[in-house]
């Protein structure tokens, strides 16, 4: 097939035609000139095909030109184009930071303060709530209105499924139960398991959220049995601790993922995205976007199309 070659008359009527489109563009040097190249490409394609169905060049260029829209027309595409990944990127970094969020809830809230904190506080509470009356040596049961204040913390403490408050002396076989109140069958077994008086360990209800025991008043250390005269057991709602903890590592892993992108194209967009700047992204995070922004406040402010 024979090589079509434009005259220069052609391909100036051309570059003026992309040199106007250019001139409305607000966007990084670089990319204009990736625009410049990619249009001129497109409108001599467009020319040589008219010409091979034997249009004269002139006719050629024109038609061409005509179908490439006026250059309001071409504006408001290239516009409606830029917002459209402009939404994709914002996107994405709300996907990021909904990511974030969710991890510190597993993490943070579920496995932090939850598993770790508020099993051993709750037990804790209880038996500060206790030990005015359970500390004092032969008492076989809790006074009513301590009994009446036990149920009301039980049933108005989310998480809590029971309590069980015994004696403790090691050195004797009998035991003696101050208090029990539960707020299902399952907790009254994990509790008499607890105690010793179940002999079987119960089923595990569930597989995201189980029961566990927390327990206070076994000395650490010797047989004297005034040091702790009683012993509290408190049934508790436990997350699966391996899952909560994996899922949240694995939505953390994505937040940095999703950062490292969207900081990726915002880098891209003002003319300085690079492999490096990537990886730096990638592994630092925040920071490293805050060097980013940084180095791009040294050199000239570029302004982005509106």
């Not at 990619?38 to 050629?60: C, F």
């Not at 805050?290 to 982005?304: K, Q, S």
Request: aromatic letters at 12%; one cysteine or more.
């Amino acid at each position: 097939m024979t090589e079509i070659k434009l005259s220069s008359a052609s391909r100036a009527r051309m570059a003026e035609y992309v040199d106007k489109l250019c001139r409305q563009m607000n966007e990084p040097q670089d990319q204009v000139e990736d625009f410049r190249e990619e249009m001129t490409a497109n409108l001599t394609s467009a020319v040589v095909e008219e010409m091979r169905q034997g249009m004269p060049e002139d006719e050629a260029v024109t038609v061409a030109l005509l179908q490439f829209g006026e250059l309001k027309e071409v504006k408001r595409e290239l516009v409606r184009i830029y917002k459209i990944r402009r939404t994709f990127a914002s996107g994405i970094l709300k996907s990021a930071l909904l990511l974030l969020l969710l991890s510190a809830v597993s993490l943070g809230l579920i496995i932090g303060m939850w598993n770790e904190r508020a099993t051993d506080k709750y037990v804790k509470d209880v038996y500060q709530m206790v030990q005015a009356e359970a500390g004092v040596p032969g008492t076989t049961a809790l006074s009513e209105p301590m009994r009446k204040k036990l149920k009301d913390w039980v049933d108005h403490t989310w998480g809590v499924k029971g309590v069980l408050i015994e004696s403790s002396f090691r050195n004797s076989e009998q035991k003696v139960d101050m208090f029990t109140y539960t707020k299902t069958q399952s907790a009254e077994g994990w509790l008499n398991y607890a105690s010793g008086v179940g002999e079987v360990l119960p089923e595990r209800e569930g597989f995201l959220v189980r029961t566990t025991i927390s327990t206070k008043g076994y000395p650490s250390g010797g047989d004297n049995p005034s040091e702790y005269p009683f012993v509290v057991h408190v049934a508790m709602s436990y997350f699966n601790y391996t899952f909560f903890y994996s899922l949240g590592l694995f939505m953390l892993g994505g937040y940095f993922l999703l950062f490292a992108v969207w900081a990726g194209m915002r880098a891209y967009d003002e003319g300085r995205g690079n492999v490096a700047w990537v990886l730096l992204f990638l592994v630092t995070n925040v920071l490293g976007y805050g060097l980013y922004v940084l180095f791009r406040r040294w050199e000239r402010p570029v302004l982005l199309i509106s």
